[in-house]
T-cell receptor, first 117, second 111 residues
């Protein structure tokens, strides 16, 4: 079955540093990937839609200069949390939609837990 | 933005009992999906029901969809302790677009 990986799975950083999270589709190509954020005991909130070769589309309230998204290839999207602060501590999950299909199923990565001290 | 609500927010039952969770959404959908998430872990896809379907089964899971009421229910029969998790419904407006998640139901099954 389709597999999406995320790296790292867990990261702890100091306030003010930047953290890059990778989302890879391992056995399929994805023109579109999605980034979600989940705070403790809450649901997943869509942050942005990442399209290969073009700028990401951000949801209302999500700062594009703080959460930089790069979708440079059909198998990789990266989310960089710039100048991270404790309030950015969260569980970040990506999903990928296979290229060329009208598939209804998105494939989710295992998530990255970010803790900002 | 979140599409809708799930109820109950929390549900505690004994092993062997059935668990029913409900989900409501606000806009027209392409399909509705249910996911499970164990504490601190990623999502596990459970079942997908299309907008033109009314009921679907998968093992101990039964999902219904009422598009006129914009609601869905997930029934887990003969629950087990291993079913303890959070359950989320998610909808998309069309294939390949982002999923919008409900707030989730936290299910606790005690043995």
């Amino acid at each position: 079955g389709a597999v999406v990986s995320q790296h790292p799975s867990r990261v702890i950083c100091k306030s003010g540093t930047s953290v890059k999270i990778e989302c890879r589709s391992l056995d399929f190509q994805a023109t579109t990937m999605f980034w979600y954020r989940q705070f403790p005991k809450q649901s997943l909130m869509l942050m942005a839609t990442s399209n290969e070769g073009s700028k990401a589309t951000y949801e209302q309230g999500v700062e594009k200069d703080k959460f930089l998204i790069n979708h440079a290839s059909l198998t990789l999207s990266t989310l960089t949390v710039t100048s991270a602060h404790p309030e950015d501590s969260s569980f970040y999950i990506c999903s990928a939609s296979p290229f060329g299909g009208s598939t209804d199923t998105q494939y989710f990565g295992p998530g990255t837990r970010l803790t900002v001290l | 933005s979140q599409q809708g609500e799930e109820d109950p927010q929390a549900l505690s039952i004994q092993e062997g009992e059935n668990a029913t969770m409900n989900c409501s959404y606000k806009t027209s959908i392409n399909n509705l999906q249910w996911y499970r998430q164990n504490s601190g872990r990623g999502l596990v896809h459970l079942i997908l029901i299309r907008s033109n379907e009314r009921e679907k089964h998968s093992g101990r899971l039964r999902v219904t969809l009422d598009t006129s009421k914009k609601s869905s229910s997930l029934l887990i029969t003969a629950s087990r302790a291993a079913d303890t998790a959070s359950y989320f419904c998610a909808t998309d407006a069309q294939a390949g677009t982002a999923l919008i998640f409900g707030k989730g139901t936290t299910l606790s099954v005690s043995s």
